[in-house]
């Protein structure tokens, strides 16, 4: 038995944190608010802990710079035959070295009785996944590859339809004739190929360096300290949930419905940016406001598995909001999906996907991934990324988005570095003002016809509120009036977009029209891309 137990802390997780005690129950916790702390390890568990994760960090280190060593040791002559043999035999003894450390790491977790009451814990929630045994796991922050599974996409869903993934929009494919398309595919197979390796070497890494594990195990303390506030604050629940794809994807769920605000009875499910992570994300606007709140990482980020292509990403998504539905007990009308950068892919997505779905916040996201990747790759590739985009990294929110029948808010950062084609001084180089165009011109094509389309960019431009104010009064424009058309046509003919109001107006009702729909869908925030949001800034879309 003591060996059993021995091994078993061996092969156990890494212990972080002890948010509260086992035996103390959440109701008494949530009263007290005592805080939890950090787990103590004994000496022998410590130095030998160090000694494994500073082998993990080489490990790492070597494996992202492996092709500049694998060149560097074949012009010195070292891989060869005769150079194998003693550099395996010294990799052996340090492997054996390592797995001898591991052992006494092993008899340093088992002489702590801290960790023995934890270890004993998770097998018993392995055996028996109670509500209980779960309450009792949740009290420890670890490894989250041990975590046990909470939900699955097949619990709702059926194999045989979802075992590909979810649906997304692909680009329409060029009608060629039989002969032209073998010569095309033939000459294009180079493209095909470097592409290919550009997207999932360093092009998957540069558009989410979130995923980077270097990145991540320097921003550690940081989201440790950060999902503690969850957890020991708002008394947040961390769950595992499988994609269709086999990724798991690790969640987080602030409950406030039994708070008795109106706004705790919706639930704001959060999509992060490229780097950003649900323990110190954009997770925590909702929460000040209020809300219920579920956030989740990406493929690849903190706890979840796998990489975050698009696919993955929108599998991703899918079961998060399945979980919502399905275990959480939320309708989808209850449901608002709020998303930072490049998490407008994901967001407009889960709307296109899910149309039922109340509306939707997207914050400092942009309209097409092509014009931003083309910033910051020489002109010469120009082909190159175009093909690498479209074909692996297609992040084509306005087209998602306009799928979408529901209520619509962009907030657009004013000093935006990021989604900017030229720099954040240039406010209409800013990739929201496309998406709020495209999103216009498609739900109001009489409103927004080349006029229209003049003085929401003249708008567009004022780079703070006074300007903004000033061009917004300069057209005279009438709110009550423009709601009562609005209203009056909704009122007459089927509410389905793209409406036709406007057809027969003049040009002055069209102008009004265009810039207060403009004001209605878009809120501007004066400041930079990375600047969290303030809860007093997030506002529910505008309704008609």
Not at 71 to 96: A, D, E, F, N, W
């Amino acid at each position: 038995m003591a060996g059993w137990m021995w091994l078993r802390c061996v092969l156990g997780p890494h212990l972080q944190r002890v948010h509260r005690s086992p035996d103390q129950s959440r109701l008494e916790d949530r009263a007290g608010r005592r805080q939890g702390w950090k787990y103590q390890p004994r000496s022998v568990e410590k130095h030998t802990d160090s000694i494994l994760g500073w082998a993990s960090a080489l490990w790492s280190l070597s494996y992202y710079s492996s092709p500049l060593l694998l060149c560097y040791l074949y012009r010195k002559g070292y891989i060869c035959s005769t150079k194998l043999v003693p550099v395996s035999q010294y990799v052996g003894t340090v492997l054996v070295c390592l797995l001898g450390v591991a052992c006494l790491r092993g008899w340093g977790r088992w002489k702590n009785s801290e960790y023995l009451q934890f270890i004993s814990i998770l097998e018993e929630t392995k055996k028996n996944h109670s509500p209980a045994n779960k309450n009792k796991l949740r009290c420890y922050d670890f490894d989250f590859s041990f975590w046990p599974v909470d939900f699955s996409w097949t619990e709702v869903s059926n194999p045989k339809q979802s075992k590909a993934g979810v649906s997304l929009l692909k680009p329409e494919p060029r009608i060629r004739g039989a002969a032209d398309g073998v010569l095309h595919s033939v000459r294009t197979l180079p493209c095909h190929i470097i592409s290919f390796l550009i997207a999932h070497s360093f092009g998957r890494r540069m558009l989410y360096p979130g995923s980077v594990g270097l990145l991540q195990k320097a921003l550690r303390p940081m989201l440790q300290q950060g999902q503690a506030k969850l957890i020991e604050e708002f008394d947040g629940q961390r769950n595992k949930l499988v994609a269709c794809d086999g990724n798991e994807i690790d969640t987080m769920f602030v409950d406030r419905r039994r708070d008795g605000g109106q706004d705790g009875q919706t639930l704001v499910i959060c999509c992060e940016g490229n780097a950003g992570f649900y323990e110190v994300g954009c997770m925590n606007t909702p929460l000040e406001g209020g809300y219920s709140v579920l956030g989740w990482n990406h493929p690849g980020f903190g706890g979840s598995t796998g990489v975050p292509f698009p696919q993955n990403e929108a599998n991703a998504m899918d079961v998060v909001i399945q979980y919502a539905i399905h275990k959480l007990g939320f309708q989808l009308s209850d449901i608002v999906i709020y998303a930072w950068s490049i998490g407008g892919f994901t967001a407009s997505w889960a709307v296109m996907s899910y149309p039922e779905i109340q509306s939707v916040v997207l914050d400092a996201s942009f309209d097409d991934l092509l014009p931003l990747a083309l910033k910051v790759m020489p002109d010469s590739w120009r082909p190159l990324v175009q093909h690498t985009v479209r074909q692996y990294m297609n992040l084509n929110n306005a087209e998602q988005l306009l799928k979408y029948q529901g209520p619509v808010l962009l907030i657009r950062r004013t000093r935006d570095e990021i989604i900017t084609t030229t720099g954040p001084e240039d406010i209409m180089s800013n990739r929201g003002n496309d998406l709020l165009l495209k999103l216009l011109q498609f739900r109001y094509p009489k409103i927004m016809t080349d006029e229209g389309v003049r003085v929401v960019r003249q708008w567009l431009g004022a780079s703070n509120y006074m300007e903004e104010e000033s061009v917004y009064s300069g057209y005279e424009v009438d709110d009550d009036w423009c709601v009562s058309v609005l209203q009056s046509y909704q009122a007459d003919r089927d509410v389905l977009f793209p409406w036709s109001v406007g057809e027969d107006m003049t040009l002055e009702g069209r102008r009004q029209l265009a810039l207060f729909l403009a004001r209605k869908y878009m809120r501007n925030f004066e400041t930079t891309h990375c600047t969290p949001l303030p809860a007093s800034e997030f506002h529910s879309p505008w309704r008609l």
